[in-house]
Every structure is written in structure tokens, then in C-alpha cells.
């Protein structure tokens, strides 16, 4: 504003001019100090530039999408995983359900079947269902628990023990949810409860039986006398009856011994025991078997101490009958369960072993394999004839490369393989290979007790399938050689827990590994003392049939032992 009044004002009110247009870009006068305040607009701020910024290397480029992209994964993988849970779940290792199974599995074996402590099989394979609903194991074991006291209800009906078996048949119908057993055991139990009648049944069936010349087996006299009398103590019928019974077996039981028929003897007797245990004629006829043994006794010691004298002679076989091997055949033949006799053919065939053993190191590999042909008739699964069997051209059956001379190299090698001579003496890199890996899978055998089973898989199997590729190989030699110390070892640790079947196949394996080996006497006493402790188990658990079928086992192992014919008895009384 240039402050200038308006000549044409009559108020004296000043008005703003612009002044002249053309003095704008004139250069700025002084301002004149007309009286009024004076004004200065300022001109707008121009924003001065910023600096360059200083250089810091590369900047990160700004992600504000990575959050949410990242919540959306989240969420799925959420979902995912609920979705797939009880996939998921079966993936997991379950070790307290593995534990809790294998738990259940040892209280069954152990007979704990049913409790309220938690600890019986019942009870556990329950509480292994319900942490997996799904578990196949645990049902399956659930129905093993249900046949397991099917067992026990039908041996202690038998027994006349009518609470137990009530007991045990309400827990089987409650695993099982019924089945034949279940319900032919409960009109059993029905039956037993009304005694009378079901007394004057098997009464009946028994005396039809008699007549029919019928004492025994499962619808014989015998023992359908013995369930009425058990049902019945003062039933008279049922006495008389056992009595005739009675009669009938001793009267077999003499023919067989007259006839020399030891083993048919000794059976008839047991049952007499069984059915009849009061029956008066039974002191005399154990007293003539006893009598009868004790000759047969000594007629084969005097044979096996022969043997015995001709193996220290060196007459192991050949032609006559002073050789060891004469001798030791003919005691089996007077007794073929006799251990002594059986262990003196073992040492025959140890002995025929070292004199190959002795040929192969003079070089004479045809009178080796002869001699190795004999053992084998007599041990055929020794672990020391298979070894020495690998000692010769790598384990290659010289026999049959003598039956067969004039085979060309292509067709031994098409028929033999690894097991030819030449092989033997120049292993390949990959052959020693397949060798260390045979030993390997030996030894993993051998942990797991697969010693002579299953066939191809077992450490017997695979350590011959070593040697016949290098026959020299110390490692399988020596794994070979060891395997009936292992097996005494199991067999040790199988009678230990109570598991006499295990433990009577381990010393048949440790028979064919080792024949001859003096260790085995004791080792076959104590599974006869095995079996007479399982056959005391089982009775007490109301298994008589079961208690009988140990004994006969124990009798194969310690007829002598005195423990045998006291167990019998008190079995057969129910003392």
C-alpha cells in the first residue's frame, strides 16, 4: 500500500491503491514514512533443499506384506494340522502305549490275568485301549486275556472249583461278548451246580464205556468215574467203578512189561496214578517196574561203559561190535532215551571231526571228507563238522566233486559257485564283502536268539553260507564254533524265567550243535527239574491234565530224580 489519501474523499478515509503497473520490476525504493503502521509481507519460504543423504550401502526395501503373508501360513499350517491329527498321531512313537503293552504281554505269560491292582493284563491292555481306541495290539490282547480265562473257568470247573470258575467265565464273557466256550462252559457250570443229575449222567456214560471195554480217553470209564467221584466224595458207584478201571490198566500194564514194552508200562501206570491214585495194586506194579529198570539200568550201563572203553582204545567205528560206535547203538536200542548212550555217539562223531581235521592239515582231503561223511550220520548239524566241512576246498563237497571227475571248470564253477577250490584260495574284494556281511547278519541273529531258526536267516545257516564262500574266514569260524555256548547261555536264562518249551528246544539245539559235550548233563537236569516245578505250577492253577503233561515231559530228562514220583502222587491225590 502506498498510504496516499483520496483527494476525493470526503470522509478522510484513505483507500489502497496498487500504484503504477509498470514500476513491478523497478528496483525497491525506500519507504516513505507517511504516519501509518507500516506492513511488510513476506514473501512465501522457499523449503531449502536437503542435503544428498550419505550413502550407507544398500537400504532393505521396505516388506510391510511379509506380516500378513506370514499369519496366513500360520493359519493353514493350523488348520493342516488339525485336520491330519489323527494322522499325525498314529506317526508319533507312542512309548508309554509300547510300554503298557508290553507291560499287559508279561502279566499274560506270568497267568495275571484279572485284578484291581493295575497291574494285570486286563487291566492294562484296557488302559492301552483306551489311550489308543484304535490299537489293534491291545484288542487283540484284550481277546487273549478272554481265551486265557476261558482256560482257567474249564480247568477250574474240572476241578470242582465252581466260585473260580464262575468267576473266570463272567470276566471271559465280558472280553469275548459270548462264543461256543463261553456258553458250554456256563451249562457246564449250570450242570455242576445241580450236582445230582449231572453225577447220574456221567455215572451212566461210564459204566456203557466199561462194558464197551472203553477205561480210558476223553469218553472212557475212567474218567467219567473220575468226575462223578469228584463232584460226589461219597458217590459208591463211582468208586467201584475207578476200581474196575483200576484193574483193567494193571492188567495192561503187566502184559507190556512182560512183552519188554517198557514205555507202554511206565504210561499205563501213570494213568493208574491219575485216575486211580488209592488203588491198591499200584505200590506193587511201581515196584516192578522200578525192578524192571533197574535191570534194563544196568544192562545198558554195562553197554555205554563198554563204548566208553572202546572210545579210550581209539576204536571209534569199523567192523565188529567192540568199535565205541557198536556199542553206544546197541545201548540206544535197550534204551532210546538214554542220555549217556547219546552223548557216546556225540564224542564218536567228535572224534571221526578231529581225525579229519588232522587229514585236511596232512593235505588229505578225500580221507577227510570220508571221515566227515561218517560224523555226519551221526551229528549231522555239529557246529564243528560244518566247520571242518568249510576247511576243505572252502567248504566245497569233495564228495561230489569226486562222484563227478570229469565236470569241466565251467560247469563246477555254474554248479559250485563261490565253493570251488580256486575260489577259496583267491577271494575277490567282492566276495570277502558278502562274507563280512553274512558274519554281520550271523551275529545279529545270534542277539536276537535265532540260532538254528528260521532256516537261511538263522546264525547257523548264515555263518556255513560264510564259510562255504571263504572257508578260511577266522571271524565265521569262530562265530560258528561259538554257537553252543550262546545257546547254553538262553537255555540258562529260558529256564531262569519259567519258559521250559523254549528252553526244551534250546537243548535239543545245544544236542545237535554239541553232541557229546559233557556240559549237557547238567544242563539236562535242570530242565527235568524245570518241567517238575511247571507241572506244580499248573496244579495249583487247577490244570491237572496240563500238571501230568509236564511231568511226562521232566520224565524224558531226570527219570531217577526222586522229586518225579513224589510230584505225581501229590498231583494225582490233590495234596
Request: no cysteine; glycine share 8%.
Amino acid at each position: 500500500m502506498s498510504g496516499r489519501k483520496d483527494t476525493h474523499d470526503h470522509h478522510g478515509r484513505t483507500e489502497p491503491t496498487l500504484g503504477r503497473i509498470d514500476d513491478l520490476d523497478a528496483p525497491a525504493q525506500a519507504p516513505v514514512d507517511d504516519g501509518l503502521p507500516h506492513i511488510v509481507v513476506d514473501e512465501p519460504r522457499r523449503r531449502a533443499a536437503m542435503p544428498p543423504p550419505r550413502s550407507r550401502g544398500p537400504q532393505p526395501r521396505k516388506r510391510g506384506w511379509l506380516i500378513p503373508v506370514l499369519v496366513l501360513v500360520l493359519i493353514g499350517a493350523a488348520t493342516a494340522l488339525y485336520l491330519q491329527q489323527d494322522r499325525l498321531r498314529t506317526m508319533v512313537p507312542r512309548t508309554e502305549l509300547n510300554d503298557l503293552l508290553t507291560q499287559a504281554n508279561q502279566a499274560l505269560q506270568a497267568g495275571k490275568l484279572d485284578g484291581t491292582n493295575g497291574d494285570s493284563a486286563r487291566e492294562l491292555f484296557e488302559k492301552a485301549r483306551d489311550q489308543q481306541p484304535d490299537s489293534d495290539p491291545a484288542r487283540e490282547g484284550l481277546r487273549r486275556v478272554g481265551q486265557a480265562e476261558v482256560a482257567r473257568a474249564d480247568a477250574a470247573l474240572t476241578a470242582g472249583r465252581l466260585d473260580e470258575a464262575e468267576a473266570a467265565l463272567n470276566v471271559a464273557r465280558e472280553l469275548l461278548g459270548g462264543g461256543a466256550d463261553v456258553e458250554q462252559l456256563g451249562q457246564r457250570l449250570s450242570k455242576a451246580r445241580n450236582p445230582q443229575s449231572q453225577t447220574e449222567a456221567w455215572i451212566g456214560q461210564a459204566q456203557d464205556a466199561l462194558a464197551a471195554g472203553r477205561l480210558d480217553g476223553d469218553d472212557g470209564a475212567g474218567p467219567l468215574f473220575r468226575r462223578a467221584l469228584d463232584a460226589d466224595k461219597g458217590n459208591a458207584v463211582a468208586a467201584r467203578g475207578l476200581d474196575k478201571v483200576g484193574d483193567g490198566l494193571a492188567a495192561q500194564a503187566r502184559q507190556a512189561m512182560a512183552a519188554n514194552d517198557k514205555a507202554k508200562a511206565n504210561a499205563l501206570v501213570d494213568r493208574i496214578a491219575i485216575l486211580v491214585p488209592n488203588y491198591g495194586d499200584l505200590p506193587s506194579l511201581r515196584a516192578a517196574l522200578a525192578e524192571s529198570r533197574k535191570q534194563d539200568d544196568q544192562a545198558v550201563a554195562a553197554l555205554v561203559q563198554q563204548g566208553n572203553d572202546a572210545m579210550r582204545a581209539g576204536r571209534f567205528t569199523g567192523d565188529g561190535d567192540d568199535t565205541a560206535l557198536a556199542r553206544f547203538r546197541a545201548a540206544l536200542a535197550a534204551d532210546p532215551d538214554n542220555a549217556d548212550a547219546k552223548a557216546g555217539l556225540g564224542q564218536v562223531a567228535q572224534a571221526l571231526i578231529v581225525q579229519a581235521n588232522a587229514a585236511i592239515d596232512s593235505e588229505d582231503d578225500d580221507h577227510a571228507a570220508r571221515l566227515l561223511d561218517e560224523a555226519a550220520k551221526l551229528a549231522p548239524k555239529s557246529a564243528e563238522l560244518a566247520a571242518a566241512r568249510a576247511r576243505i576246498a572252502g567248504g566245497a563237497d569233495v564228495g561230489a566233486r569226486r562222484a563227478a571227475p570229469t565236470a569241466s571248470p565251467a560247469a563246477r564253477a555254474s554248479d559250485g559257485g563261490d565253493d570251488t577250490a580256486e575260489a577259496s584260495l583267491a577271494v575277490s574284494p567282492e566276495q570277502k564283502a558278502r562274507v563280512a556281511d553274512l558274519v554281520r547278519r550271523a551275529q545279529q541273529a545270534v542277539s536276537r536268539g535265532d540260532i538254528m531258526d528260521p532256516p537261511g536267516d538263522s546264525a547257523y545257516d548264515l555263518y556255513r553260507n560264510a564259510l562255504s564262500i571263504d572257508g578260511n574266514d577266522p571271524t565265521a569260524r569262530a562265530g560258528l564254533q561259538a554257537l553252543p555256548a550262546q545257546v547254553e547261555k538262553l537255555m540258562t536264562q529260558a529256564v531262569a524265567s519259567g519258559n521250559v518249551g523254549r528252553a526244551e528246544n534250546l537243548y535239543a539245539t545245544l544236542s545237535d550243535l554239541a553232541p557229546g559235550d559233557a556240559s549237557q548233563g547238567d544242563m539236562r537236569h535242570r530242565l527235568g527239574s524245570a518241567w517238575i516245578d511247571n507241572a506244580l505250577q499248573r496244579a495249583s492253577q487247577g490244570d491237572r491234565q496240563g500238571a501230568f503233561q509236564s511231568l511226562d515231559h521232566a520224565r524224558r530228562y531226570v527219570p531217577d530224580d526222586p522229586r518225579l514220583q513224589s510230584t505225581y502222587e501229590r498231583i494225582a491225590t490233590g495234596r
